[in-house]
């Protein structure tokens, strides 16, 4: 969940500045600020680089700052648990060979290719080994 403006608003008063005084520093309005404390607006990648200097913070906790008991109690879809992501890795290429087949089709199409000059050879190889990948997803199911 994004928590700039409150991450913003807790830093710039750490650090006792007024949302005027912010906005000098980073050549803006008081009232870019404000929005961007709210969480109306938010800061182009320009300004949250400069907010990070200025802070001497990550970028990841300028704009999450979620704390590390948080973190972990959290669990966001789609997002894996960073102690496994050797084993997810390892099971992924052991169990979906597909991407392997395309990108050597597509190798074998090419080297085709040069020895044929015509280059079309690598999208047939790429959509040969797309064909023999639904073939084996076919067969494993």
Do not use: C, H
Request: glycine letters at 8%; a negative charge; proline letters at 3%.
């Amino acid at each position: 969940m994004l928590n700039l403006g409150e991450s913003l608003k807790r830093l710039r008063k750490e650090r006792n500045l007024s949302q005027e005084q912010l906005a000098e520093m980073l050549n803006v309005s008081r009232q870019a600020i404000s929005k961007w404390e709210s969480n109306k607006t938010y800061p182009d990648i320009e300004n949250l680089i400069l907010l990070r200097n200025l802070f001497n913070v990550t970028l990841d906790d300028l704009i999450v700052n979620t704390n590390k008991t948080e973190a972990e109690d959290t669990i966001i879809p789609g997002k894996l648990p960073t102690d496994n992501i050797a084993d997810y890795d390892k099971n992924e290429e052991e169990n979906d060979p597909s991407d392997n087949l395309i990108i050597g089709g597509f190798i074998i199409g090419i080297s085709i290719g040069f020895v044929t000059s015509n280059f079309m050879w690598g999208i047939v190889g790429s959509f040969i080994g797309m064909g023999i990948s639904y073939i084996l997803d076919y067969i494993k199911k």
